[in-house]
């Protein structure tokens, strides 16, 4: 396929504003559908999963694609709520358009912000389209103002509105300064002269449309400044020209569900966006070199692709979906995973069409395919010509914000939970699994508690797996302020041979972060040399144990420096618990604390928003580090204790309306305050109760 007849274009937006209803339209309008999928019935083509049909969302980015004008659009619908957005920025980094929706009743939302910003980070250019014209309080004029003045980017109208509400009934072209009218929610429209009471509207209209062209060109601005008009030719490349360079937004309407206007905007798309060789090459890395090599996005260069998502079934095995950047895919290639260094086999080269796909001969420079049941290839991996390989490097690792611990319902949950969750992971790089040694609990963790939700839902569901969420315990840690000496001694008396083992230690206090130190300090042979180690073993089995709250004890120094034995009942066994009673002893002496967790944060929010994130992290015993500044926002540098900020990402959506985010790692460990460690201590001492009547 001639790879300027090709679009990769994704839709984003705030959720709800109606993506999978716009996509829906554009399939119906191209023919691809014989009828216009909903959302709300689930029977939409690309809200398939059932925690979609449920929840009436979109979870996981879909692609379905359609021919309009002898051009093949792949078109994405992708998640609009947070929890989802690292699914959206992911499928962004290889599509080459995106089409921006504002929802005309509620005008920007948060994540219309965040996604444009996404965007341009990614650099895909992009196109506004303000949906649900028809619903009652839908105001073109204020959305296009909240475009301008929220997002910081000219938004520059192509079309306007004809009738308001439930009266929409088309829009007027800025380009032919015509009026189109639709009949009924069929698609078809008649061409006619603009409405009188819209034609001071739309010369104006006109004239700043064709000032942001001549804008996008230093000869045209120079043209226009000189009062020569320019040509309809010049303005449409001006006009392509501002849309790649991203000095202006292009703004449509219209309404998916009544099938107003869409036509319009597929010629848009046809014409605005650009195709996938506008970026003319992509840069990697040679495998055997380490050289940075590029790559030509055309079907002349050597085969290259990189897998961007993986969908995985327990049925059917798991799906690879990527782009190819250049060369041509044929069935019988036998591509080169460079970033394993391991041969894949292509079975069937694949269509995405929603839920269902569609075998191809071949696949070239471009397009957007994927392949069934690779054995090593995974998200992120780059896929080449053997002869000429080269490594893309991977997307970038999206830390989550939330933890929760996963307790399977029975046993046979428990066998299964490992490789159910990796596989989901593979399918959802954001989704982190672990073992907490500390706690012995199964960890959790992703992008927000409905991911979360959503994921548990999917493992129940797809690999017959039952597990509750539960908050997780901190790993606290022990250890003591004081010094202290004590005797251990373990005599037992039966029949036939006894058990002997006595030990004096003296336990002190390490600084912060140094672990645990023991030192043989006997003279004299009062403990023979073979039992000393005995002795440290016993210590240390009950310091993994704790002595105040079950918690393991750290930064402690145990000196061994007297003791007796008996020539026949002593053994390593005697000693070893003959340690372990007299570090019990000495620790509960000795002064023993508690100590937590402290994460460092790095909190990302509005300027208006700083107050308040300052006030809440103080709230929660934080001490601000220091605010800087990171374009127009402020980050504040917090250290917190890990217990206050479990739920913290949904938490600092409430305070900042979802424009804040944060990192976090824990940094080290102080001393729990006395009146939360009295709490701590009586919580575990009843968990530990509880755990041994069981």
Not at 341 to 366: F, H, M, N, Y
Request: aromatic content about 6%.
């Amino acid at each position: 396929m001639d790879i300027h007849q090709l679009r990769n274009v994704g839709i984003i937006a705030h959720g709800g504003a109606g993506k999978t209803t716009l996509a829906e339209a554009l399939l119906f309008n191209a023919k691809a559908t014989d009828r216009m999928g909903k959302v709300d019935d689930g029977s939409s083509n690309f809200d398939y999963d059932p925690e979609e049909i449920r929840r009436k969302i979109t979870i996981s980015t879909s692609f379905h694609h359609y021919a309009w004008d002898k051009v093949e659009v792949t078109v994405a619908d992708t998640p609009g709520y947070i929890n989802f957005e690292a699914d959206t920025r992911a499928c962004l980094r290889v599509l080459d358009g995106a089409v921006l929706l504002v929802n005309a009743v509620s005008g920007v939302e948060v994540q219309t912000e965040k996604m444009l910003k996404f965007a341009g980070e990614l650099d895909v250019p992009v196109i506004a389209f303000i949906s649900k014209m028809d619903r009652e309080r839908a105001d073109f004029e204020k959305a296009v103002e909240e475009i301008s003045d929220i997002l910081k980017v000219p938004a520059v109208p192509v079309q306007l509105p004809i009738g308001r509400e439930a009266e929409f009934q088309g829009v007027v072209d800025l380009f032919r300064m015509k009026a189109l009218v639709y009949k009924g929610d069929t698609g078809e429209f008649k061409v006619s002269d603009i409405p009188a009471g819209l034609s001071e509207a739309a010369k104006k209209g006109r004239e700043k449309l064709v000032e942001s062209c001549a804008e996008s060109d230093d000869a045209l601005i120079e043209k226009y400044l000189e009062g020569t008009a320019l040509t309809e030719e010049e303005i449409r490349k001006g006009f392509t020209s501002g849309v790649l360079a991203k000095r202006f937004l292009p703004v449509l309407c219209g309404s998916a569900m009544r099938n107003i206007a869409i036509q319009p905007l597929m010629d848009m798309i046809n014409y605005a966006l650009p195709d996938p060789s506008h970026r003319k090459e992509v840069k990697g890395v040679n495998p055997k070199t380490k050289a940075e090599e590029t790559r030509a996005i055309s079907e002349k260069a050597p085969f290259s692709a990189q897998v961007f998502k993986t969908l995985a079934d327990p049925y059917a095995g798991k799906l690879s979906i990527f782009k190819i950047f250049s060369g041509t895919l044929t069935p019988d290639m036998s591509p080169l995973n460079s970033s394993k260094d391991a041969a894949e086999r292509i079975g069937q080269i694949l269509r995405l069409e929603g839920k269902k796909q569609k075998p191809v001969g071949s696949a070239s420079a471009g397009e957007i395919v994927a392949v069934a049941k690779f054995k090593e290839t995974s998200t992120g991996d780059t896929l080449c010509d053997p002869k000429n390989p080269i490594v893309f490097p991977p997307p970038p690792v999206v830390e989550p914000v939330i933890s929760f611990a996963v307790r399977p319902k029975t046993r046979n949950d428990e066998d299964k939970l490992g490789t159910s969750l990796a596989r989901m992971i593979e399918e959802d790089p954001t989704l982190r699994f672990r073992k907490e040694a500390q706690t012995n609990e199964f960890i959790l963790a992703g992008m927000g508690e409905t991911h979360l939700e959503v994921a548990v839902e999917k493992l129940k569901r797809q690999y017959g797996v039952e597990v509750e969420l539960r908050t997780p315990k901190i790993a606290y840690l022990e250890t003591i302020k004081g010094k202290a000496e004590a005797q251990g001694k373990h005599k037992k008396q039966t029949g036939g041979r006894g058990q002997y083992g006595d030990c004096w230690i003296r336990l002190e206090p390490l600084p912060r972060g140094k672990g645990f130190e023991y030192v043989d300090a006997i003279v004299g042979g009062s403990i023979p040399r073979q039992y000393i180690p005995a002795v440290e073993k016993g210590i240390v089995e009950r310091m993994s144990k704790g002595v105040i709250a079950g918690y393991p004890v750290v930064d402690v120094r145990v000196t061994v420096f007297d003791g007796s034995f008996h020539k026949v009942d002593s053994s390593e066994m005697a000693f070893k618990i003959a340690g372990s009673l007299a570090f019990k002893k000495a620790a509960l002496d000795a002064r023993p604390i508690l100590l937590e967790p402290i994460a460092e944060m790095e909190v990302v929010i509005p300027e208006e928003n700083v107050g308040d994130i300052i006030g809440d992290l103080n709230g929660r015993r934080g001490r601000v580090l220091g605010v800087d500044a990171l374009g127009k926002s402020q980050v504040v540098k917090v250290q917190v204790p890990l217990a206050e900020v479990l739920r913290y990402s949904s938490d600092l959506r409430s305070i900042t309306s979802g424009r804040g985010q944060f990192t976090m790692a824990i940094s080290h460990y102080e001393e729990v305050p006395a009146v939360i460690a009295e709490k701590v201590i009586a919580e575990s001492k009843k968990e530990l109760g509880e755990e041994e009547e069981e």
